[in-house]
């Protein structure tokens, strides 16, 4: 059956919610690398929290969010930081699950490990199913779920873009 947050998810709320995530990633990458690094971290919370966080308190903060991958990184790239947040709004054992499994989809189609999906890529998945696509159609698709308007898709727009999907499997919006 579908996840129990997708039943009670309005796309707006949902939406919105990943807006939220991803003006907090970019507030935090201030080099805009798409990886937060060690010293990124530490000066958002330098600037956000009184008192700011020890390295100490930083290296647990990143091992938390990449534990949720299984990755022993130094830094948080973006896909990881996105799955985290969203975990951490996760209602049940389901919607974890459903979460995690998504998050390997993306990986999947996100065949050049920059933390989106392009046109090309999304295009290469289609092919891999037996679908047959043109580039117009998939840059429609894409702007569905858009949520800042770079013309790819990342993590939380695929989450987008799969809640749509199971909205149209089951008969909702």
């Given at each position: ?5 997708l ?11 990943c ?7 970019i ?34 903060i990143?091992?938390e969010?990449?534990?949720t ?14 799955l ?44 891999a ?26 993590f ?18």
């Amino acid at each position: 059956g579908s996840p129990v947050f997708l039943m009670i998810c309005n796309r707006e709320l949902l939406a919105d919610s990943c807006r939220e995530i991803q003006d907090m990633f970019i507030a935090i990458d201030t080099n805009k690398d798409g990886i937060i690094s060690m010293a990124e971290l530490s000066s958002y919370y330098a600037r956000t929290v009184k008192g700011g966080c020890t390295i100490d308190e930083a290296k647990s903060i990143i091992s938390e969010i990449n534990g949720t991958t299984g990755s022993v990184r130094s830094d948080i790239p973006r896909t990881n930081f996105y799955l985290y947040k969203k975990i951490a709004e996760a209602d049940s054992k389901q919607d974890l699950q459903t979460l995690k499994n998504w998050h390997k989809e993306f990986l999947k189609f996100d065949r050049d490990n920059n933390g989106f999906v392009s046109v090309l890529e999304l295009r290469f998945a289609f092919a891999a199913i037996g679908v047959l696509i043109d580039d117009s159609e998939i840059r429609e698709i894409v702007a569905q779920v858009d949520l800042d308007g770079n013309g790819e898709i990342d993590f939380l727009e695929f989450i987008v873009l799969m809640v749509d999907r199971e909205n149209k499997l089951s008969g909702g919006e």
